[in-house]
């Protein structure tokens, strides 16, 4: 029971009774998830064996040149585990989601460089080109091809890799080549590519049952929205399919929430709270609800008009926000605590806790956008665990919590519950036991013990790797971030910076007006593919960033 309170990192009463009865809940329905975890290791253990033999004939037969699984080779060692972190922590006071390293810390750690082992215990370090491959029966030309002919324009892929395969933080494209992948598909693959786990759970339930529509129950969503309430604020769930999805479903509750509010007032339903307030630099998703709480103009001008009555404030002004947020004209207030899109910002405590009281003063529903930042992104379950104080009325999660399957879900209290019924909101393929099967899983894997104390600390070694490396950039104006969401701002644009680290086997994106390395490797990620990861970048932003 002790496990369960340190490893959601909770110091609220009201989450140890939670997690209290959750424990409960898991030891009568023998969920065993850490015991899970080590069968998994072995099994993963015997599989990677499996793919070495595989990858020395691949190498053999393979004539072609591989730049950037050369450049890996020549450089990297991998550790070889299924993430055994070590220690746990317990939730302290925080004023800060994140921290800044900036410039000045001539203190810091010099990264490990060449061949640097990482200081995981009880790990094997091996040449990074594990899993690599050959060239496989991909034609990639054609896929370039059929995809620019025939598939909608709004990527803007031109003629880049096509990737054909996955292992943890490695993928693999038609030609053979590997790339240390620090986008986890934008912050989706927080267990990596082809997890075993996730891989078998997903197998086993595509062979008992894929999906049934929401009008019979069916065991995983159930399962999950136990554990998904038993460790947050939240006491119901509602899912759907994404994260612009699960925005547009809290915008809809908060709608309905004032409108039922207003009537049992005495007001007529017209005159219930519609507007909402969002962020500059926010983004919350591009379908029409969400899209009109994105600040990013370029977004939102050629699909006007959308949904009326946003306004804008500056992040962190909460000056600006209180002038903003009406009571009896705002129903909702969406903020990101750590804003990762509009350039990896993490919100300051005083900032959120501040929203809070401002919401509660003018009766209008606080709404996290955790799409990017929940779920153990920061090294907390939810991004805003890191500040105290400051729960919201609702929380939007999605992009990691099947590993890669579509899914989004919206927590809410119950009072948000309280106003919504039958018919009120829906979708066909939401909560379906494919997805939520993978889901139990990953919540398992993210929540066992160790798991997040590892996350943070790998953060705050990726942040410190990059800033040093960084450290003497005449461009590099700060290295900022919360976890393994970590961003390097720098006073140019940096797409050259990210097409350059791509030449040299490492994928990165960027964030912000362009001007923000982005970093955000699976959760998974070990010391030695952070030291490999920054000394790419210091070594290609020297070159490049000019
Ligand atoms: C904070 C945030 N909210 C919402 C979204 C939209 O999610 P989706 O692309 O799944 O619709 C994103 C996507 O990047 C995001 O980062």
Redesign the pocket.
């Known amino acids: 029971m002790v496990d369960v309170v340190l490893h959601y990192d909770v110091s609220d009463t009201r989450y140890v009774l939670k997690s209290t009865l959750y424990n409960v809940y898991l030891h009568t329905r023998s969920y065993g998830s850490h015991t899970l975890t080590q069968r998994d290791a072995r099994a993963a253990d015997r599989s990677i064996d499996d793919e070495d033999d595989e990858d020395d004939d691949a190498h053999r037969s393979t004539p072609i040149s591989r730049r950037a699984t050369d450049a890996m080779r020549a450089t990297t060692t991998r550790t070889r585990t299924t993430t055994t972190p070590t220690t746990t922590t317990r939730a302290g006071t925080t004023t800060t989601c994140g921290t800044s390293v900036g410039r000045m810390m001539s203190g810091a750690r010099r990264g490990g460089g060449r061949g640097g082992r990482d200081d995981d215990d009880a790990t094997t370090t091996r040449g990074f080109s594990l899993f690599g491959g050959g060239k496989t029966s991909v034609d990639a030309d054609e896929v370039r091809k059929n995809e620019r002919e025939c598939v909608l324009q709004t990527y803007g892929r031109g003629e880049t890799e096509v990737m054909v395969r996955g292992k943890g933080c490695a993928l693999f494209d038609a030609e053979g080549r590997e790339f240390l992948d620090f986008t986890a598909g934008?912050a989706v693959n927080c267990l990596g590519h082809a997890d075993e786990g996730v891989s078998r759970v997903i197998a086993e339930q595509a062979k008992t049952l894929t999906h049934t529509s929401n009008l019979y129950h069916t065991e995983p969503g159930a399962t999950l929205a136990r554990k998904l309430t038993a460790t947050s604020f939240a006491d119901k769930v509602f899912y759907c399919n994404?994260?612009?999805e699960a925005?547009e479903g809290a915008l809809k509750f908060a709608r309905k929430y004032a409108q039922t509010r207003a009537v049992a007032a005495g007001k007529t339903a017209n005159k219930a709270a519609t507007e909402t307030v969002s962020f500059e630099n926010g983004?919350?998703?591009?379908t029409f609800g969400?899209l009109s709480l994105t600040w990013k103009e370029g977004y939102r001008t050629p699909f006007a008009p959308l949904v009326p009555g946003n306004s804008f404030a500056p992040y962190g002004d909460l000056e600006q926000a209180r002038r903003l947020i009406v009571k009896g004209k705002t129903c909702a207030v969406f903020v990101?605590p750590v804003q990762?899109?509009g350039g990896i910002y993490p919100a300051d405590a005083d900032f959120l806790r501040g929203l809070r009281k401002i919401c509660d003063d003018a009766d209008a529903l606080l709404v996290y956008?955790e799409?990017?930042c929940g779920l153990g992104r920061t090294g907390k379950l939810w991004g805003h665990q890191l500040v105290e104080d400051a729960e919201p009325d609702l929380m939007t999660v999605?992009?990691p919590l099947a590993n890669g399957l579509p899914i989004?879900a919206v927590l809410m209290k119950q009072k948000v519950a309280d106003v919504m019924a039958p018919g009120d909101h829906g979708s066909t393929f939401a909560g379906g036991p494919l997805v939520c099967a993978a889901a139990n899983e990953v919540f398992d894997r993210i929540t066992a013990p160790g798991f997040l104390a590892n996350v943070t600390a790998r953060g705050e070694e990726l942040k410190s790797a990059i800033a040093t490396a960084l450290a003497d950039h005449p461009r590099l104006r700060e290295v900022r971030g919360a976890g393994l969401l970590v961003g390097a701002q720098f006073d140019v644009p940096v797409g050259a910076l990210v097409q350059a680290c791509r030449e040299d086997g490492l994928l990165v994106i960027t964030a912000g007006a362009g001007d923000v390395l982005r970093l955000v490797p699976p959760l998974i990620v070990t010391s030695a593919e952070i030291q490999k990861a920054a000394t790419i970048v210091a070594k290609r932003a020297r070159e490049v960033v000019v």
């Open positions: 934008i994404s994260g612009t925005n983004f919350h998703g591009r969400a990101e990762g899109e956008d799409v990017q999605a992009k989004g």
